[in-house]
C-alpha cells in the first residue's frame, strides 16, 4: 500500500471548517483513499473513502486531486467533538487487506 | 443499518489466565472479519481475519487464536496471557467478498491489562 504523510497537529475554531491536508504521491491506480478518525480511548471510526471523484457524505467531504497525489479532508463545521486523531490511508481493493495507520493528525478545535 | 458489538470494553488479567474477547456483527450477511492490536502510541496491527465461518488467516505468530462459529461472531483466544499481550484490541468488519473497495467498520474495542 502506499505511503501517505500527514501534518502532525492542526487547530480550527469551532463553527469553521476544517481542512485536514494527505500527501500520497506514490499511490497507485487501483488503491483507494480512506479517512478514520480516532477519538482517545475509542475505536477507529470510518469517515469517508474515493477513488479518484469528490466524495460527499454526511459528515464530511473529500477533495481527491486530479493526478491523486493528494487529497483534502473537509469538515465543514468543526465542532468540539470532532477533536481526534485523523488517519488517511490508501489501500487497495480487496475487501480483507489490512488497515495500516500512520501516525496522523490530532485535530484540535478550540471553542 | 450495520452494527459491530465488542466486549468487554476493560478486561485486567493476570499473566497465564486465558483469554476470551467477542465480538458480534449484526445487520449484514457473511461478512469479512477482523482483529486487530493497537499498543500504545503505536499504529494497529492486524492479526487474524476471517473471510467465512471456520476461515481464519493469521497475520503474525503470537500467543493468541481466533474462531468464527458463526457468520458474524469472531472469537479471540488466548491459553496463557503473556505481559506483552497487554493492549487495544479491536475488532472490525467489512462487506464480504474481494475487489471491492469497502471500508472496515471497527468496534469500540477492548483495553486488556496483564498484571
Known amino acids: 500500500d502506499a505511503k501517505t504523510t500527514q501534518p502532525t497537529s492542526m487547530d480550527c475554531a469551532e463553527g469553521r471548517a476544517a481542512n485536514l491536508p494527505c500527501n500520497h504521491s506514490?499511490?497507485?491506480?487501483?488503491?483507494?483513499v480512506y479517512w478514520y478518525r480516532q477519538i482517545h480511548s475509542q475505536g477507529p471510526q470510518y469517515i469517508i473513502h474515493g477513488l479518484k471523484n469528490n466524495e460527499t457524505n454526511e459528515m464530511a467531504s473529500l477533495i481527491i486531486t486530479e493526478d491523486r497525489k493528494s487529497s483534502t479532508l473537509i469538515l465543514p463545521h468543526a465542532t468540539l467533538r470532532d477533536t481526534a486523531v485523523y488517519y488517511c490511508i490508501v489501500r487497495a481493493r480487496g475487501g480483507y487487506q489490512k488497515v495500516t495507520f500512520g501516525t496522523g493528525t490530532k485535530l484540535q478545535v478550540i471553542p | 443499518s450495520q452494527t459491530i458489538h465488542q466486549w468487554p470494553a476493560t478486561l485486567v488479567q493476570p499473566v497465564g489466565s486465558p483469554l476470551s474477547l467477542e465480538c458480534t456483527v449484526e445487520g449484514t450477511s457473511n461478512p469479512n472479519l477482523y482483529w486487530y492490536r493497537q499498543a500504545a502510541g503505536r499504529g494497529l496491527q492486524l492479526l487474524f481475519y476471517s473471510v467465512g465461518i471456520g476461515q481464519i488467516s493469521s497475520e503474525v505468530p503470537q500467543n493468541l487464536s481466533a474462531s468464527r462459529p458463526q457468520d458474524r461472531q469472531f472469537i479471540l483466544s488466548s491459553k496463557k496471557l503473556l505481559l506483552s499481550d497487554s493492549g487495544f484490541y479491536l475488532c472490525?468488519?467489512?462487506?464480504?467478498?474481494?475487489?471491492?473497495?469497502?471500508?472496515?467498520?471497527f468496534g469500540d474495542g477492548t483495553r486488556l491489562s496483564i498484571l
Open positions: 472490525a468488519w467489512s462487506v464480504g467478498g474481494t475487489g471491492s473497495g469497502e471500508p472496515q467498520h
Open positions: 506514490t499511490i497507485s491506480g487501483n488503491e483507494y
